[in-house]
């Protein structure tokens, strides 16, 4: 087919789509052909063309349509096989406009479509190759032994944090942690946890902001040895690892400092959250930008009752939208803080895959803006769940809008500077007015508390599991053994959740919002790549 020819056919597509007897069926074959004749054919894309995609994007014509976010699914992909084929800096620049358009100004499917669509754009992501070391012969040690080995003397009895048994050392009062196994931990997830540390140190990384990153220690040449006595009691129900396999290391004094710790004596004044929540937001863009990415920033899940019996373990997936259990319990020990970013077991190396990046930054705002969240309630965390009515407590007035909306942009604005290496310029596609009022609305009333223990789940457990959950829950000895388990599902408060149980989250301003700022970091990334600009 020769040029001629293929401009005839792009027009008649083109013309095809902009009338308005076209049906759902036709439009989206018009728009399939149109996505293939440009992928194949990239020399014939025009302005017009741009313009003639955004129109589906924006039109509300189908978007009752059951199969709707296929249609426009297309229509975001080839917008997206524009920026990337596209021969001119400015037929890029008006396909990124048009598709950023569309995140600015709808929701839904259209919204969802566009923001994929520039999440999946090509990006060079080269993380490092991190060898954990794994020996089969693991040392064994006594505690004095290792006070010993590192000259340690007149320290405190250690205490445990956690999982962690913590003692201060030196002058400086560092500390001196021991993180043990849990009974699911592998041997490899623990060495792997130390490899990073060691990386991170030594492996040439610029941080010009404070990154107090702890240094692994070995004994008897290795990074995980079993601890044969334990310096101070265990409480029941602990799932520690019964062989008692830990590793080392030396951290900074701050390294148990949240940003958001309840405690009054504890809590952070405004100017240093904002500072501590900026930077981290910075550094997790930076990893990120160097394929280093946190997976777990806070524990997500959306159902923390079936994560025994579910292939998902019950975690939180934002892009699905569903209701986000317990997320204030969630914030309360965030794996970053005065020292910036912590327990790097959950560190992964990722090589070039656009979609899973997409979902991993999200994953980082939406986990920097719960916790923002959080910050507010956390002045006071006697205001929380039901009253004596049985009524939602309403603590809206420990939020200030204007700090909120504050924070949310300066975490963006950062997230962005870490990982794209530059300032975001022009205007953002997104209302911080209206999210910082949603998510004082949402977060800051206690409405959903509710969850459902299944009949299903109750099966899967033990009668010591059964009384043991309900007995954690709140329930006296008295009430429990009034349950009959498996008979009938009970309901149990564990709350606050974003969403009613089995619903969507109640807050899905924040999800289409971080959508949105993950596809804007994507988009200015490749923009960056391929044309050495900062975005338009």
């Given at each position: 087919m020769n040029a001629r020819e293929l401009r005839k056919e792009r027009a008649v597509l083109e013309n095809g789509l902009r009338r308005e007897d076209m049906d759902f069926a036709g439009t989206y074959l018009a728009v399939c052909d149109l996505h293939e004749l440009i992928r194949t054919r990239p020399e014939t894309v025009m302005p017009e063309t741009i313009q003639v995609f955004r129109g589906v994007l924006m039109s509300r014509e189908f978007s009752r349509q059951t199969q709707s976010f296929f249609l426009y699914r297309e229509a975001a992909d080839a917008l997206a096989a524009m920026i990337v084929c596209a021969a001119s800096e400015p037929l890029a620049v008006e396909a990124i406009r048009a598709l950023t358009n569309v995140l600015g100004t709808t929701e839904g499917?259209?919204?969802?479509?566009?923001?994929?669509?520039?999440?999946?754009?090509?990006?060079?992501?080269?993380?490092?190759?991190?060898?954990d070391g794994t020996r089969e012969d693991i040392p064994s040690i006594k505690w004095h032994e290792i006070l010993k080995e590192m000259d340690v003397t007149n320290c405190d009895e250690p205490a445990l944090i956690g999982r962690s048994l913590v003692v201060a050392i030196g002058e400086e009062k560092k500390l001196l942690v021991f993180k043990l196994a849990r009974t699911e931990c592998s041997l490899q997830c623990m060495?792997?946890?130390?490899?990073?540390?060691?990386?991170?140190?030594?492996?040439?990384?610029?941080?010009?902001?404070?990154?107090?990153?702890?240094?692994?220690?070995?004994?008897?040449?290795?990074?995980?040895?079993?601890?044969?006595?334990?310096?101070?009691?265990?409480?029941?129900?602990?799932?520690?690892?019964?062989?008692?396999?830990?590793?080392?290391?030396?951290?900074?004094?701050?390294?148990?400092?949240?940003?958001?710790?309840?405690?009054?004596?504890?809590?952070?004044?405004?100017?240093?959250?904002?500072?501590?929540?900026?930077?981290?937001?910075?550094?997790?863009?930076?990893l990120t930008f160097s394929g280093i990415v946190h997976s777990a920033p806070i524990p997500l899940f959306h159902n923390r009752v079936q994560r025994d019996r579910r292939e998902d373990h019950g975690l939180y997936e934002w892009p699905r939208r569903g209701r986000l259990d317990r997320w204030l319990a969630s914030c309360s020990y965030p794996n970053f803080g005065m020292t910036g970013i912590r327990d790097f077991e959950h560190l992964i190396a990722l090589n070039g895959l656009s979609r899973k990046l997409h979902y991993y930054i999200g994953t980082h705002i939406f986990s920097l803006l719960l916790v923002t969240g959080s910050y507010f309630r956390d002045k006071d965390r006697s205001r929380v769940g039901l009253d004596e009515q049985g009524n939602p407590i309403d603590a809206r007035d420990l939020f200030d809008k204007q700090f909120l909306k504050e924070l949310i942009e300066g975490i963006?604005?950062?997230?962005?500077?870490?990982?794209?290496?530059?300032?975001?310029?022009?205007?953002?596609?997104?209302?911080?007015?209206?999210?910082?009022?949603?998510?004082i609305e949402e977060m800051g009333v206690d409405?959903?508390?509710?969850e459902l223990l299944r009949v299903v789940d109750q099966k899967?457990?033990?009668?010591?599991?059964?009384?043991?959950?309900?007995?954690?829950?709140?329930?006296?000895?008295?009430?429990?053994?009034?349950?009959?388990?498996?008979?009938?599902?009970?309901?149990?408060?564990?709350?606050?959740?974003?969403?009613?149980?089995?619903e969507r989250i109640s807050l899905p301003e924040l999800i289409e919002s971080v959508e949105t700022m993950s596809a804007l970091c994507i988009v200015g990334r490749h923009y960056r790549e391929k044309f050495s600009k900062p975005t338009c």
């Open positions: 499917h259209a919204h969802r479509a566009a923001a994929g669509a520039l999440g999946s754009l090509p990006i060079a992501i080269q993380g490092p190759e991190i060898s060495c792997r946890e130390a490899a990073w540390m060691e990386h991170l140190y030594s492996g040439g990384y610029s941080f010009p902001v404070r990154f107090n990153i702890p240094t692994a220690i070995k004994i008897q040449g290795s990074h995980v040895f079993r601890l044969e006595n334990m310096p101070v009691g265990m409480p029941e129900g602990t799932d520690l690892h019964p062989d008692g396999y830990a590793i080392g290391f030396i951290a900074h004094r701050e390294y148990f400092t949240y940003p958001n710790d309840h405690m009054a004596e504890r809590l952070l004044t405004m100017e240093r959250f904002r500072e501590v929540m900026f930077r981290n937001a910075w550094l997790l863009g930076k963006f604005s950062r997230y962005y500077q870490g990982f794209v290496g530059r300032e975001i310029v022009g205007e953002v596609p997104l209302d911080f007015d209206e999210l910082s009022y949603r998510m409405r959903y508390m509710e899967e457990m033990s009668d010591e599991e059964f009384t043991k959950f309900l007995g954690e829950r709140g329930y006296s000895g008295d009430y429990i053994r009034g349950f009959k388990k498996g008979v009938e599902d009970i309901t149990i408060y564990t709350g606050p959740h974003l969403g009613g149980f089995n």
